[in-house]
């Protein structure tokens, strides 16, 4: 899990002690939760949070608030891929509006099972 704070944090819903098992990710992906305050604003703001695996760009999921939290967003299994028997660091960035934020990074183990 991310540093949590009062306002932002996420997790990986399939990670158990920092380790992805690639078997236990569903064929969606692995489902990272993302717990920030501002993305329940009632006024409709755009966001988009984009998932870095080791400083490269991944997946990026586009929306506009409120949203229900956590704020699911997933990583397909074959990105997940080409980490295995890695370390990957892990981390989400939140366009909130023009305004930059960064949860994490987190370091995750990923392996086959």
Do not use: W
């Amino acid at each position: 899990m991310s540093q949590k704070t009062e306002e932002a944090y996420f997790d990986i819903k399939e990670a158990v002690d920092n380790d992805i098992k690639l078997k236990d990710v569903p064929d969606g992906g692995a489902t990272i939760r993302v717990f920030a305050n501002d993305l329940e604003n009632p006024s409709g703001v755009p966001f988009y949070i984009h998932v870095m695996l080791d400083d490269l760009p991944g997946p990026r999921f586009p929306a506009s608030t409120p949203v229900t939290l956590p704020f699911e967003v997933t990583v397909s299994r074959r990105e997940l891929l080409d980490f295995v028997g890695k370390q990957v660091d892990i981390k989400c960035r939140i366009n909130f509006g023009g305004n930059l934020s960064e949860l994490g990074p987190d370091s995750y183990r990923i392996v086959h099972n």
